[in-house]
């Protein structure tokens, strides 16, 4: 059974950094992509970024320049960093991975408030 679990949110003032942590565990096959996705009250969930097992990356435009994705070697944890953080920016992100021919596995999402 593949777990994914999220930590690293709370509340930050606007110009603040976090970084987010997401490990997975569970999967008997390697994972191929892992990323974050955020939704925020009464808006759909949207990608935010996303980073395959060789190292590519992809960010929504609104987070370029300002969040980095990055794994560890095993790619069994990512981190998101956040920086210059925006009230926009507000939502709960939610971790995902997917072995290799294998289905999405979620997160149970951590809570980011970006507020002064």
């Known amino acids: 059974q593949v777990q994914v679990v999220e930590s690293g949110g709370g509340l930050v003032q606007p110009g603040g950094s976090l970084r987010l942590s997401c490990a997975a565990t569970g999967s008997i096959v390697p994972i191929s992509v892992m990323g974050w996705y955020r939704q925020a009250p009464g808006n759909e969930r949207e990608l935010v970024a996303r980073?395959?097992?060789?190292?590519?990356?992809n960010y929504a435009d609104s987070v370029k320049d300002r969040f980095t994705i990055s794994k560890d070697t095993a790619m069994n944890t990512v981190y998101l960093q956040m920086n210059s953080l925006k009230p926009e920016d507000t939502a709960v992100y939610y971790c995902?991975?997917?072995?290799?021919?294998?289905?999405?596995?979620w997160g149970q999402g951590t809570q980011v408030t970006v507020s002064s």
């Open positions: 995902y991975c997917r072995p290799w021919g294998d289905n999405y596995y």
């Open positions: 980073i395959t097992r060789n190292g590519a990356t």
